[in-house]
C-alpha cells in the first residue's frame, strides 16, 4: 500500500546561484557526502545537486511533514542501488518519520525517479509499505 507520496520541481539556475553564493557551507548542510561524491564527478555538476534537492524535497512531502517536526536535509540522501537505480536512504529523524508511519508488520520501501531538463529538474517520490513474509512453520 502507498503510505506517501511527494513531488517537486526545482530550477537548476536557482541551486546554482546557492551554490555561488554560500559555496561549500550550502553543499555541506544539505546533501550528504555519497551525493556531494557522485554529483562532483558529473559534468553536470549543478544539475546533479538540483535532482537531488528535489528528491529530498519530494521525500519531504512524501513523509508529510516537509522540513519540519525533526526531519533535516542531510537526513534524506538519493542512494543509487547496484543496476543504476535510485532510492533515498533516511536517517536521524527522517527515519524515524518513516518508521513512525509504517504500519505494525510492513516494511517501508522508497521508489524514487528524478530528471532533469535545463532549467528544470523534478523528483517524484513514494513511499510503500509491504507487508513482512513470516516465516513459515517448521
Known sequence: ???????DLVDIRRIEKSIER???????????????ER???RRARVAS????FAAKEACSKALGCGIAEGVFW?????VNMPGG??????????AKRLAAMTPQGHRAVVHV???DDFPLAQAFVIIEALPVEEPPLS
Open 1 to 7: 500500500m502507498i503510505i506517501g507520496i511527494g513531488s
Open 22 to 36: 554560500h559555496g561549500e557551507r550550502f553543499i555541506a548542510r544539505i546533501f550528504t557526502a555519497a551525493e556531494q
Open 39 to 41: 554529483a562532483e564527478g
Open 49 to 52: 545537486y538540483a535532482k537531488r
Open 74 to 78: 542531510s537526513e534524506m540522501g538519493v
Open 85 to 94: 537505480r535510485p532510492t533515498m536512504e533516511l536517517t536521524g529523524g527522517a
Open 113 to 115: 525517479t528524478i530528471t
